[in-house]
Nanobody
């Protein structure tokens, strides 16, 4: 059974940092782009960051650019999201996801292009 399991969420004060992890099991995702998305209460799920299958390309939402860093360790089948300078508006459930295509040229930011999703981890930033 393929599973993506996020961890590392929690409660942090504004200006603080968290590091999210997404561990995959059941199959390797070394040939798939991996993305992070988030969903705040009453809002649609939105793109946060994506990293290409080889790790050489990344893209970020404008709202997190310069504060968040996505990385991956294919040997551990794990993707990370380092979040610094957190703001209250970063409060959301954060999900990792695997692109439905292997060896995609380029990266995508739309949820429909991702097949496998984790259960999410809550991030709460207090002011």
């Amino acid at each position: 059974q393929v599973q993506l399991v996020e961890s590392g969420g929690g409660l942090v004060q504004a200006g603080g940092s968290l590091r999210l992890s997404c561990a995959a099991s059941g199959r390797a995702f070394s040939s798939n782009n991996m993305g992070w998305f988030r969903q705040a209460p009453g809002k649609e799920r939105e793109f946060v960051a994506v990293i290409s299958w080889g790790g050489g390309s990344t893209r970020y939402a404008d709202s997190v650019k310069g504060r968040f860093t996505i990385s991956r360790d294919n040997a551990k089948n794990t993707v990370y999201l380092q979040m610094n300078s957190l703001k209250p508006e970063d409060t959301a459930i954060y999900y990792c996801a695997a692109d439905r295509l292997s060896f995609r040229v380029g990266v995508t930011t739309t949820p429909v292009t991702y097949d496998y999703w984790g259960q999410g981890t809550q991030v709460t930033v207090s002011s």
